[in-house]
């Protein structure tokens, strides 16, 4: 089941620039929430905070607390066990390249040492279904290396790879912006099928996407969050001027 | 303010390209075809050539008694190289055994976590200085090093001159194939909770290993055949020996002792040791090649 993120005063940096400025938000459980807003705006940057892959660049540096259910991911646990329990799909997709399809999806069990055999197989079949991947795979799913498929195909896998550690947040940045249409369709449904058991956090620049996949969204702009509330009240009747500008298309 | 005229755009392709552009185009790609073919044969020709020399002049010596047999004494007939090709066997796997480990982290460490750092650069500038150092002076550092502390020869000492060589061409190789794993690839493998050194071992390394494999081969290859650091430490013998504390033949050295000998016969033999170094040498290359792609998937990239 997913659970809640609670975020007090984050700020980031990376060596001088201060990308995120208290940003405070609550990201509820089992929904999708959209982030949007221009280009260099923060929301990677935020996303990557979520899962503590903000800190694997060395002149990042992050402050102020975010919670997960109970536990304050900054303080409780380490980067690792934290990134076990919250997803991250990528903008571009990134399979392993030497992997076959099921070496990748079963890669975050086997990297972390994880051996039994029935279980990684039946966890790479349930992970492949839930990508609306297996049927299109699971012919050659040892025989193929996962970089032999096509773009929309490998972030499907990219999916079922984040899903077989069966976590409880997953982190989409952008997932859809380097697909085509059909592909884009595809991940879309996914992610309104996914909502009811993992809560989502979608980073995302066709205005369209968030409205039709998230419950909420938050505007980011230079490092601020203008606003966040249902993505219906965004869309229809924003509070923030800038909010409504960005929507409207008159700039960003 | 008048408005400046608008100046033709020189490179935009008129509708209808003329007959001479066309012409002088393809011209020149056959030109710029034709010189890297020639250049291709430029550097192919003297390795064929050394090739085919080798087996003009070594063939003929070449028969089972080469390969069973060890050196004859002097003045007698037949005899063979068979210490000296066991020998380098030994000397180069003792080699391989301490230079690619060695070499293959520290090339891990320089691109995975020593970036920018002040111990990353000395060791980067310490392996260049290293890969230009003439092998006669490997030969005498070890000589004093290991040798004189020991009070002999020693096939060890051997290995570890080779060793030596064979550290910063493998050190060299494994950064910059790392440093072609994309970025992307190692945040997958980090986004999923792996822990970094295991994304460097199985992720990176294994991303890279066609590229350091190269390496490794491209190293082997270049000490196989040296015979100046070998002179002062593992220094040869004409009689078997498989002890690592004691002096051992090997292929280059018995090649360069019997090159300068006054005998023909042992000319003929020497010109045989070459053929089968470089032989030893193509199949020891071609072999881990067809080894190392074994496993490798469809559309891998």
């Known amino acids: 089941m997913g659970v809640g993120i609670q975020v007090e005063n984050l700020n980031a940096w990376y060596g001088t620039t201060h990308t995120l400025q208290d940003i405070n938000l609550h990201i509820p459980a089992n929904h999708a929430t959209a982030l949007i807003g221009p280009s260099g705006c923060g929301k990677s940057t935020f996303v990557r905070c979520l899962n503590r892959m903000h800190e694997t660049n060395p002149i990042a540096r992050a402050t102020g607390v975010i919670k997960m259910g109970e536990l304050d991911i900054y303080k409780d646990a380490s980067p690792v066990e934290i990134r076990r329990r919250v997803g991250m799909v990528f903008q571009r997709p990134n399979p392993f390249p030497t992997m076959s399809i099921y070496d990748n999806v079963a890669s975050g069990l086997k990297l972390n040492g994880f051996r039994n055999r029935r279980i990684l197989d039946e966890t790479v079949e349930r992970s492949l279904k839930q990508a609306a991947l297996w049927e299109e795979v699971k012919d050659d799913l040892k025989k193929k290396s996962g970089a032999s498929l096509s773009g929309g195909q490998q972030q499907r896998m990219c999916i079922a790879r984040a899903l077989a550690v069966d976590p409880e947040v997953l982190l989409m940045d952008e997932p859809a912006s380097a697909l085509d249409p059909v592909s884009t369709s595809k991940i879309e449904d996914l992610i309104f099928q996914l909502k009811s058991q993992y809560t989502i956090v979608i980073v995302t620049h066709n205005m369209q996407q968030a409205a039709r996949v998230a419950e909420n969204t938050g505007f980011f702009l230079n490092g601020k969050m203008v606003e966040f509330d249902s993505t219906h009240k965004i869309f229809t009747n924003p509070k923030d001027k800038r909010t409504e500008d960005y929507i409207t298309g008159r700039f960003g | ?301």
């Not at chain 2, 430029?42 to 390969?67: D, E, Q, R, T």
């Not at chain 2, 000397?91 to 090339?107: K, R, T, V, W």
């Not at chain 2, 020996?241 to 292929?251: G, M, R, W």
């Open chain 2, 1 to 301: 303010m008048s408005t400046l005229p608008l100046s033709p755009n020189p490179l935009r392709t008129p509708a209808k390209p003329s007959v001479i552009n066309t012409l002088r185009r393809q011209a020149m790609n056959h030109v710029i075809t034709g010189l890297s073919i020639l250049s291709t044969v430029v550097v192919i020709a003297p390795l064929v050539a050394i090739l085919v020399y080798l087996i003009y002049k070594g063939a003929s010596s070449l028969n089972l008694a080469f390969f069973t047999h060890i050196p004859a004494p002097v003045g007698e007939q037949g005899g063979g190289m068979a210490n000296s090709i066991v020998g380098s066997g030994i000397i180069l796997f003792l080699a391989s055994l301490m230079g690619i480990p060695i070499g293959i982290s520290a090339g891990v460490y320089l691109a995975e976590f020593g970036r920018g750092s002040f111990l990353g650069n000395a060791i980067r500038f310490t392996a260049d200085v290293l890969n230009g150092v003439p092998s006669i002076v490997m030969g005498i550092s070890i000589y004093s090093l290991i040798v004189m502390q020991q009070k002999h020869f020693s096939a060890l000492a051997g290995g570890i001159a080779l060793a030596i060589m064979m550290v910063p061409t493998i050190t060299r190789t494994t950064e910059e194939m790392l440093a072609t794993v994309p970025h992307a690839i190692r945040e997958a493998a980090l986004g999923l909770g792996v822990p970094k050194w295991r994304t460097v071992l199985s992720v990176s390394l294994r991303t890279a290993s066609p590229g350091i494999i190269t390496g490794c081969m491209l190293a082997f290859a270049r000490v196989a055949g040296e015979t100046a650091p070998l002179l002062f430490t593992a220094f040869g013998n004409q009689f078997w020996s498989f002890k690592l504390n004691e002096p051992i033949a090997a292929l280059p050295l018995q090649i360069y002792v019997y090159a300068i000998s006054p005998y023909d016969e042992w000319h003929r033999l020497a010109w045989a040791g070459s053929l089968v170094l470089i032989v030893m040498i193509m199949v020891a290359v071609t072999l881990v090649r067809i080894f190392a792609n074994r496993g490798v998937l469809k559309g891998a990239s």
